[in-house]
């Protein structure tokens, strides 16, 4: 249970450091104290020199403790993994997705109280649970309301519905998890010492092509979606389209698309690009009025596989201020060109975090483990206790606290406010009230609309 480690003096301490100490308001005075500190930080520094050099050689773990900006590269593994814990005690590590959710419904029929799991004291047969969360030093996480896409044009919005359901049943069940619908309530609730929990809602499909349901998901706490799945929706092509022969449906986003990515705009719902066609992604940057995510998508010239990122979107995710998270599936992290066997490994991941890093910043990468909705992991990322060892990972390459507490969590806190600010800004804009089959000429209503819909 995380206590006093919580505290928002920590929050301050991580940021201030690594931000430099004037701030550029450096005064002669301010120069005299800096002086002051460096000779004490010299003194400390002998004295511990000369207390290693009298024991046995090998640097203390309060040292070490003490010390979580020092460049950790080459330290043992034992003293990375603490020191990324700490790391991950002074900013919330936010997770861009997670399929527990979808494991409610496939095991237990969504039941949290009468026959579900407990999950204070564990459930094996999945990657999450809550002591394995704490071990984790999860600090919020973007549950996935996931419905699979063979419900479209069915039953889609209230499978939906029912993920939704089924996540507040739970957040509310379990005093570890807190409730979360903005980019404040995030460090709020970290700094309580709770796990921030708030809903994705992985697919377009999930709106069955009605900006309406779009708005109530927003006004049920979703506060991101997925623009597709692995599938079409009437209005956006999938990553599939790219890896099949086919023809692209759309070439990307149709009018009514660009009207769903405005309308998310208007509201306040992060566009989340994972899982959409290269195309869907250009258009959607190109429309967007405000960042994007990637909830759970790695870099394609680390391992070609179309549900990843390739440069130029990267390039143009830069532009936009936007963040990849990584994802941690054994298909999108270990394949071509740089495929071994089995189910590859922590610097593999390392390799996609580094790649988006050098090319567009550390500013723009994050983490989306897909924990619970893939059945592959790399060795040593096997559920969610195991981030530290990531991130321990990335201390070995020089990694600063700075640069760790921004992959973790302050980089996804930024983009969130600014589509909150970018809600904000477009108040004075009506809610979009199109119809599809008004806006796209092309549009299939006996494609798309079953006899068993009453009206549309
Ligand atoms: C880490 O160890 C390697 C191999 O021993 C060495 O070449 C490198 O200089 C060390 N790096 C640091 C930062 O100490
Ligand atoms: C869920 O309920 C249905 C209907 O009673 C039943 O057929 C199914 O076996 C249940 N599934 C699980 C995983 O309990
Ligand atoms: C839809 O997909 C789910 C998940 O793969 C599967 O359990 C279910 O049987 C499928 N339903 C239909 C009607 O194909
Ligand atoms: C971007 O959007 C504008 C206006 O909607 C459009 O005219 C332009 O062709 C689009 N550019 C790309 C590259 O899609
Ligand atoms: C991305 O941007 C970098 C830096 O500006 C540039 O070197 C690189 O060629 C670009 N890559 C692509 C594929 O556009
Ligand atoms: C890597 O992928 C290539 C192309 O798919 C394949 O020929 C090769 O055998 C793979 N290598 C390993 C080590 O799996
Ligand atoms: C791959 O992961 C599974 C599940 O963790 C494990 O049982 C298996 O031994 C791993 N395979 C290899 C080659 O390490």
């Known amino acids: 249970m995380p206590s006093q480690s919580y505290s928002s003096e920590r929050l301050e301490t991580g940021s201030a450091k690594s931000e430099g100490m004037c701030g550029g308001i450096c005064t002669v005075k301010r120069l005299a104290i800096l002086a002051v500190i460096c000779l004490v930080i010299f003194a400390v520094a002998v004295g511990v020199a000369v207390g290693v050099s009298n024991s046995s050689g090998s640097k203390s773990n309060d040292d070490m403790g003490k010390k979580p900006w020092a460049s950790m590269r080459n330290a043992s593994l034992a003293d990375r993994v603490r020191v990324a814990k700490e790391i991950l005690d002074m900013y919330p590590l936010v997770d861009g997705h997670n399929d527990l959710p979808w494991q409610y419904r496939r095991h237990v029929n969504n039941t949290v109280y009468s026959g579900g799991p407990d999950l204070t004291t564990g459930w094996p047969v999945v990657h999450t649970d809550i002591p394995r969360l704490r071990e984790g030093h999860l600090g919020a996480q973007f549950w996935a309301a996931f419905v699979h896409c063979n419900s479209s044009y069915k039953d889609t919005v209230r499978q939906s519905l029912e993920q939704v359901d089924v996540i507040k049943k739970y957040v509310q069940r379990y005093s570890d998890l807190e409730w979360v619908t903005t980019a404040q309530g995030i460090e709020d609730a970290f700094n309580r010492g709770k796990i921030g929990s708030l809903i994705g809602l992985e697919g377009g499909h999930s709106i069955d092509s009605s900006l309406g349901n779009l708005r109530m998901f927003y006004e049920l706490g979703v506060r991101y979606m997925t623009v597709t799945h692995s599938c079409n929706t009437p209005w956006a092509d999938n990553w599939k389209m790219d890896e099949s022969d086919e023809a692209p449906k759309f070439n990307g986003l149709t009018k009514f698309g660009e009207l769903v990515i405005k309308e998310m705009n208007r509201v306040g719902m992060m ?39 390739q440069d130029d979107v990267l390039n143009m995710t830069k532009a936009n201020n936007g963040l990849v998270m990584v994802n941690f599936y054994t298909p999108y992290i270990n394949c071509f060109p740089n495929n071994i066997s089995g189910n ?81 800004n477009l108040r004075n804009e009506h809610p979009y009230e199109d119809l599809i089959m008004n806006v796209d000429e092309n549009y299939k209503a006996d494609e798309y609309v079953p006899e068993c819909y009453t009206d549309f």
Do not use: W
Not at 370 to 380: A, F, M, N, R, S
């Open 271 to 309: 566009v989340d690009l994972s899982h959409v066609s290269k195309d869907t992604m250009v258009d959607s940057l190109n429309v967007t009025r405000a960042p994007v995510i990637y909830s759970h998508s790695s870099a394609f010239t680390i391992c070609n596989h179309y549900r990843n990122v």
């Open 344 to 424: 590859g490994t922590i610097q593999q991941v390392a390799d996609h975090i580094d790649h988006i890093k050098n090319l567009i910043g550390i500013e723009h990468v994050g983490i989306g483990g897909d924990y619970d909705g893939v059945e592959q992991l790399p060795d040593g990322l096997e559920d969610v206790s195991k981030y530290p060892d990531l991130f321990a990972e990335l201390l070995n390459r020089g990694y600063t606290d700075e640069d760790l507490m921004k992959l973790a969590g302050k980089n996804l806190v930024r983009v969130f406010r600014d589509v909150e600010k970018a809600r904000d």
